[in-house]
T-cell receptor, first 114, second 116 residues
């Protein structure tokens, strides 16, 4: 059974700082990995999708890396802003499921202090 | 393109009642998945539909069911509601349900269900 772990559970940083969020998964047979952002009481916003054959993806100030063999992904946020405050979720799609199903971590709650 | 829409956004029910939630995927998306989010368990997969067929189901009791219509819209139903069913129910659609295709999932705003 695939398990996804995100560390730390919460993180508070001053505005302007660069930061890294971590995600680990137990089964390397993944189809892809997706990072989401969730604001309180809202749905999920897709940030980055990394296919299993890729090593990283970039979008603006965000960069996500994937190391399938070690079961790890990181989300790097450059020059953090108060508007980045949210919960960040990592999810893996398991390639052996027979359908498309995401397994989520519990998330990292990020607070960027002005 | 309009995003994934879910109705209603909020629901309050009492134990023993049943509820139906609706999801309209992004136009052209054929696959719809449902997830339950609670503070304790996080996000858990309920089921996935593709071309009106349930392709996969998570570890939830039979009180949870769903269906998909020919226009890809989906509904999920929870019968005999329990207090523990209180959660945010999220629907996600993807462009193409076939394995081997680019499958970024897009989520709706969710339906907040409160069971009293």
């Amino acid at each position: 059974k695939q398990e996804v772990t995100q560390i730390p559970a919460a993180l508070s940083v001053p505005e302007g700082e660069n930061l890294v969020l971590n995600c680990s998964f137990t089964d390397s047979a993944i189809y892809n990995l997706q990072w989401f952002r969730q604001d309180p009481g809202k749905g999920l916003t897709s940030l980055l999708l990394i296919q299993s054959s890729q090593r990283e993806q970039t979008s603006g100030r965000l960069n996500a890396s994937l190391d399938k063999s070690s079961g790890r992904s990181t989300l790097y946020i450059a020059a953090s802003q108060p508007g980045d405050s949210a919960t960040y979720l990592c999810a893996v799609a398991y390639s052996g499921a027979g359908s498309y199903q995401l397994t989520f971590g519990k998330g990292t709650k990020l607070s960027v202090i002005p | 393109k309009a995003g994934v829409t879910q109705t209603p956004r909020y629901l309050i029910k009492t134990r023993g009642q049943q509820v139906t939630l609706s999801c309209s995927p992004i136009s052209g998306h054929r696959s719809v998945s449902w997830y339950q989010q609670t503070p304790g368990q996080g996000l858990q997969f309920l089921f996935e539909y593709f071309s009106e067929t349930q392709r996969n189901k998570g570890n939830f009791p039979g009180r949870f069911s769903g269906r998909q219509f020919s226009n890809s819209r989906s509904e999920m139903n929870v019968s005999t509601l329990e207090l523990g069913d209180s959660a945010l129910y999220l629907c996600a659609s993807h462009p193409d349900g076939r394995q081997g295709s680019y499958n970024e999932q897009f989520f709706g705003p969710g339906t907040r269900l409160t069971v009293l």
